[in-house]
């Protein structure tokens, strides 16, 4: 198979890519409901597996050929007059970084959900959405024109939707599903208005002609021409990654997304489509680059939204709603190295995160599994002596999180605080700060988390050992009954009563990603030959006319590369110092409130009864989007429903009147006897017959 | 307007509707009378009328049967109509479908008035008389009060007899011997180029019509295996879904358990 | 075969359109299904002789062919209109129409 792979060109690789998940997806739609049942998630992981494995060898001869950028088409989508969209690829190294860590997490999480999901009704359903997602996200990531990246943009939403969705009979996924479908909606908007934009301006919609001469994007006569659309074009698309990314104000989705099994947290909602919105501005850098009050609102948006979701995080009781606000976090920090045009430590970011919060989304999952669904940390405590595997694992996620050396997770967001600190942006450093501070709530929190469940004295909630109970399983007797079934056949549930790490279904991929949290840091460190910022960075910059690479040759510190030495506000050690200190003090506080003193944290929380009641309230945003939208809105289809039925109503019934009463006078001719009807036949023929007689004369 | 057509069609009428079932027995009589003299009237005038058209241009064509088997004919229909008891309408019914058979024999259609014999008396009326015969109250009981008082008779008469009255009245007297111009002749193409053959005439406008002799099996055969042999065999497609339609409904369906009675709920 | 004369077939119209009335009026006055269905019969009779009447003037058996089928279509409704009568009969136990009027408005 090998062979067969190295034989193909680069374009037919990458193309070959999205194929496996949608064969997948096709067969377990047809077969999985009366064929494949129980297996359904077989044809799931072998073909995310035969992605993945394309996309590593994809990878691999990356590095062996000149390093250049391979783009090609496969068919034409579709086309009318002198548009055309066609189906086809654009590989570089931000592409091949995406769709690796995409097809890699996805197969560790497919794993795992074959263990996970065992035995809820509608398991092929669930491994159908899986794959689809990865095929749109596949799209997503290679596609090499705007339209293509917006089919796979609208199916990464659509695969959301319906696995937020899943347990369709618990009406808060019903909601939840809705809302992030309709929040997305605003992005989706903004993205296609400025397609349509991009295509009026480059009259093209493909990567190679839009971001392809970056030279003509810089000429004063051509902005000269086009000043309104390069203001709107990336505008439009930093909303549409805002939505996509659940960045401030577009981000209350996020959260209530979560009400969705546990993996698609993990697989859509922390390590993959959520950072669709960084692969779009890191993809159209050259359009940010260039207009920067566009680009610094990036930055900002991106800083105070990490700040404002690590706060809430804070104060958040249920387990998956934590990791839910860090994941907006951590998007905000992305978002802030994207506003400082450190295109690669954003990116670098985005791929620790994969790992460390897919880790922490599976790891919780094992929890939910073993205490029956129970989420809530002040219910559980001490619960590494019956779950020692997961703890390890999530430890390993947390230390990753919270930003402590050596683990991933310190290693990118330094690299986004030291570039933003040593932007030539003046407002760098206050943002960089900010990170710090936000840095050590981050710390704070997770070890919040991390004390209440795992240490202390082990107290279980009373759901604990019971199967999670699945909402099929409530309203639907025919999925009772399959539940039933299945069981027999899953060794997991065999020890039912006692909480344990789960089948190694679902602990294997917690230690590879425990490993991948742990160690894919270093890439950022080693592995450089001679550059500043490892072998990641050397990975992305190998390409001039990459556009993630564009902004680094502007350079980690956002500075271009070779200006590096002109000002360096604080030295990259020493703010990773800082940041280490600070991950360390924020696990210390935790320590202290959270396992040494629980009771010192109830009377630090009523003292500052108020802030904490904000927070719990998560910054009051709902009921803001409540009484600035919903209410508003509420009250204007009362007015239009009101005008609707007395107005509206009022003229159809006035029409209407005259056919009733007409009707109504001659309803006593239908006597329902037939010899009337004959008689009125008979009288109607005779009346013609007359009236053509008296013609006639 | 001929005041005689109108006014013999009202009598007619007048009598219809007193012959009709009714509570009271006498007026019935006084009907039959009415309806008798009228129709008996009606012949003798037709005839009278008849005979002065074949004076003015003989062809022929008339006969006493004509009038005899009309007179059965309408008589025995009045029968049927006023009938109490269904069983004595339908053999009324049989008598009605001699005459027609004999009128028919006098079109020279000899198949046609077997075959409604058969058709007729021999099959349809056999099937009344045992649908009767089922459905009836048993041999000897008086008939019962919906056959014995007949419904609305008034707007019946008054309705069916402008209609008849409307298409006598276009008949005789709008486009038939009544009209100015009226011709004694048979105007038909067919009869015109037949006409014309038998007086050794060979006319270029009926060079392509043929003229078969008329009323024959042949004729008729050839004519419905030809033209109308598409039709001939939708009707027999239509005899074989009428008689399993009939099948079907009046089976005596055994109640699905579900249902219970196997009915539809009645009111 | 001598023709016809227009007063012949004018008398035969005439009986035709008597026999028809009279049937009709059968049709409209009687309350048993069997006598309604019986005087549309009497109604194809009418119709019967006119166009066997119309065959022997225009000498053409166009006529003899209708009345074939004006036969069939009289032995179809006459045997789906019995079997509906005796299914009707069997549900009400009484043959009077009027029983069955429940489709009016």
């Known amino acids: 198979m090998m062979d067969t792979l190295a034989a193909l060109t680069i374009v037919q690789k990458a193309a070959l890519i999205p194929l496996f998940p949608l064969i997948a997806a096709v067969l377990i739609t047809l077969l999985g409901g009366k064929v494949l049942k129980g297996l359904s998630h077989l044809p799931a992981i072998a073909g995310v597996l035969a992605s993945f494995i394309v996309a590593v060898s994809l990878l691999m001869s990356y590095n062996a050929s000149d390093g250049g950028l391979s783009y090609g088409n496969v068919f034409t989508w579709f086309g009318a007059g002198g548009f055309h969209v066609p189906v086809g690829v654009y590989v570089d190294s931000l592409s091949i970084l995406f769709v690796c860590f995409v097809t890699g997490i996805s197969t560790l999480i497919f794993i795992y959900s074959g263990g996970y999901m065992a035995g809820d009704y509608g398991y092929f359903r669930f491994f159908a959405y899986l794959s689809i997602f990865v095929f749109f996200m596949c799209m997503l990531v290679l596609a090499n024109n705007f339209v293509l990246v917006y089919l796979g943009w609208e199916g990464v939403g659509l695969a959301s939707y319906l696995l937020v969705g899943y347990y369709y009979p618990k009406p808060s996924a019903r909601e939840a599903a809705k809302k992030a479908f309709i929040v997305n909606r605003i992005g989706d908007t903004c993205f296609a208005i400025a397609i349509f934009i991009i295509y009026l301006t480059f009259h093209t919609v493909s990567f190679h002609g839009v971001l392809g001469d970056p030279h003509r994007l810089l000429r004063g006569s051509w902005r000269a021409a086009h000043h309104t659309a390069i203001f709107w074009i990336p505008l439009l698309l930093m909303v549409a990654a805002f939505a996509k990314s659940a960045q401030l104000p577009l981000h209350v989705w996020l959260p209530d997304a979560m009400e969705g099994p546990t993996p698609v947290s993990a697989l859509i909602h922390a390590a993959t489509m959520v950072t669709a919105g960084v692969y779009l501005v890191a993809r159209c850098m050259p359009l940010f680059q260039h207009d920067l009050p566009v680009l610094h609102t990036v930055g900002i948006i991106g800083c105070i939204t990490a700040f404002m979701a690590a706060t809430i995080g804070m104060c958040q009781y249920d387990l998956k709603r934590i990791w839910a606000y860090s994941t907006v976090s951590q998007l905000g920090y992305m978002f802030l190295g994207l506003g400082v045009a450190a295109g690669s430590a954003a990116v ?38 019956v779950m020692p595997i997961t703890t390890v ?43 710090l501070l936000t840095a050590l709530i981050t710390s704070y929190y997770t070890f919040r988390a991390v004390f209440r469940v795992f240490f202390g004295p082990l107290v279980l909630p009373a759901t604990a050992g019971m199967h999670e109970p699945s909402a099929f399983t409530i309203t639907d007797a025919h999925g009772a009954e399959h539940n039933g079934h299945d069981h027999a056949h899953d060794d997991a549930h065999a020890h039912a009563g006692k909480p344990t790490d789960g089948s190694p279904m679902m602990w294997l991929p917690l230690i590879i990603l425990a490993i991948g949290a742990t160690t894919v840091g270093f890439m950022g460190v080693f592995g450089g030959h001679g550059h500043e910022g490892g072998l990641m960075r050397r990975f992305l910059a190998g390409n001039d006319l990459n556009p993630a690479v564009q902004t680094s040759t502007v350079g980690i510190a956002g500075i271009p590369v070779t200006h590096v030495e002109q000002s360096m506000r604080v030295a990259p050690n020493v703010l990773m110092g800082i940041s280490a200190a600070l991950g360390v003090l924020g696990l210390l506080i935790a320590y202290y409130f959270h396992l040494a003193k629980r009771d010192a944290a109830e009377a630090a929380a009523a003292r500052f009864r108020p802030l904490v009641k904000f927070l719990e309230n998560k910054w009051y945003f709902d009921e803001l989007y409540d009484l600035g939208l919903v209410q508003p809105l509420w009250a204007f289809g009362w007015l239009l429903s009101y005008f609707d039925r007395f107005v509206v109503d009022g003229l159809v019934f006035v029409v209407s009147f005259v056919p009733q009463l007409a009707g109504f006078s001659i309803k006593p001719t239908e006597s329902g006897r037939l010899r009337y009807y004959g008689i009125g036949m008979v009288a109607g023929i005779a009346v013609v017959v007359l009236g053509v007689l008296y013609l006639m004369h | 307007m001929d005041c005689t057509l109108l006014i013999a069609v009202a009598l007619g009428a007048l009598g219809v509707f007193l012959l009709l079932p009714r509570a009271q027995a006498s007026w019935r009589k006084l009907g039959a009378l009415i309806t008798v003299l009228v129709g008996g009237g009606g012949l003798f005038y037709l005839s009278r009328w008849a005979e002065l058209q074949e004076s003015a241009a003989p062809a022929g064509g008339l006969s006493l049967y004509f009038y005899i088997f009309a007179a059965i004919a309408v008589g025995s229909a009045l029968a049927v109509i006023s009938h109490p008891k269904p069983l004595y309408a339908a053999l009324y019914f049989v008598i009605l479908t001699l005459a027609t058979s004999a009128l028919l024999l006098t079109l020279y259609a000899e198949f046609i008035a077997i075959v409604l014999i058969v058709i007729y008396a021999g099959a349809i009326l056999v099937t009344y008389v045992f649908v009767i015969m089922l459905a009836s109250t048993p041999g000897g009981a008086p008939a019962a009060e919906y056959d014995k ?119 | 075969m001598e023709l016809m004369t227009n007063a012949a077939l004018y008398q035969y119209l005439a009986l035709g359109a008597v026999l028809f009335a009279i049937g009709l009026v059968g049709f409209m006055s009687r309350r048993n299904m069997i006598m309604i269905f019986l005087s549309t019969e009497i109604m194809f009779q009418g119709v019967a002789i006119n166009l066997i009447a119309f065959a022997r003037y225009h000498l053409n058996a166009d006529g003899q062919s209708f009345v074939i089928f004006l036969l069939s279509v009289a032995a179809a409704e006459a045997s789906l209109a019995l079997a509906l009568v005796v299914l009707l009969y069997r549900r009400r136990q009484t043959l009077n129409i009027d029983a069955w009027s429940e489709m009016q408005g």
Not at chain 1, 403 to 418: C, E, N, Q, T, V
């Open chain 1, 348 to 385: 670098f970011h985005v791929f620790t995160h994969a790992f460390f919060k897919a880790l922490l989304f599976l790891a919780t999952g094992s929890v939910m599994h073993a205490m029956g669904g129970e989420l809530d940390i002040r219910k559980m405590s001490g619960i590494r002596r």
């Open chain 1, 393 to 435: 694992c999530l430890l390993m996620g947390a230390f990753a999180l919270a930003g402590i050396p050596p683990w991933a997770g310190f290693f990118s967001k330094d690299a986004i605080l030291s570039s933003a600190m040593n932007a030539t942006w003046s407002w760098g450093p206050a943002l960089s700060i900010v990170g």
């Open chain 2, 149 to 267: 008082v007949s419904a609305d008779p008034l707007i019946a008469v008054l309705v069916s007899f402008l209609l008849l009255a409307t298409v006598l009245q276009l008949m005789f007297h709008v486009s038939g011997p009544g009209s100015p111009g009226f011709m004694n002749t048979n105007t038909g193409l067919h009869a015109r180029a037949l006409m014309a053959a038998n007086l050794g005439y060979h006319l270029p406008q009926f060079s392509g019509i043929k003229t078969p002799a008329v009323g024959g099996m042949a004729v008729l055969g050839r004519n419905l295996y030809s033209h109308y042999a598409l039709s001939l065999e939708l009707a027999g497609v239509l005899l074989t879904v009428a008689m399993v339609g009939a099948v079907v409904i009046s089976r005596k369906n055994e109640p699905p358990a579900a249902l219970g009675s196997g009915e539809l709920p009645t009111e």
